[in-house]
C-alpha cells in the first residue's frame, strides 16, 4: 500500500509542478542562458520531454474517475503546457495573429 501512496504522490507532484517548471523554461531569462546551439537542444528537449509527459499525465487524469479538483489541476496544466509550447515555438500565435494591414499589406 505504501507504494501505491507514494505513486499517487509521484503522479500529483509531476500534475501540478510540470506545467510552472514548463513555463519557467520559457521564460526570458532561461532564453537569454541558452545563447549557445547545445543548450539550446537541451533546454528544448528538456522543455519537449516534460511536455509530452505533463500532458499524458493529465490526459490520463481527466478520464479516471478522480475528485473534479484534480480533474481542475489537470486541466491547469494541459493549459499551461499548451501556453508553454505556444510560448517556445510560437505554434498558435502566428495562426490566430491578424494582420492589421489587410491581405495585401502595406503599399
Not at 506545467?19 to 522543455?47: C, D, H, M, N
Not at 509527459?53 to 481527466?62: H, K, P, Q, T
Not at 479538483?69 to 505554434?91: D, M, P, T, W
Amino acid at each position: 500500500m505504501e507504494s501505491l501512496a507514494l505513486f499517487a504522490t509521484i503522479l500529483l507532484s509531476f500534475l501540478i509542478f510540470s506545467g510552472p517548471l514548463a513555463l519557467f523554461i520559457t521564460s526570458r531569462w532561461a532564453k537569454q542562458l541558452s545563447e549557445s546551439k547545445y543548450v539550446l537542444v537541451l533546454r528544448r528537449s528538456f522543455l519537449a520531454a516534460i511536455n509530452i509527459l505533463g500532458m499524458f499525465i493529465s490526459l490520463s487524469i481527466i478520464v479516471v474517475a478522480v475528485p473534479i479538483g484534480v480533474k481542475f489541476l489537470a486541466v491547469i496544466s494541459i493549459l499551461l503546457h499548451v501556453f508553454s509550447i505556444n510560448r517556445e515555438y510560437q505554434f498558435f500565435s502566428h495562426k490566430l495573429s491578424r494582420d492589421p494591414n489587410g491581405p495585401g499589406g502595406q503599399d
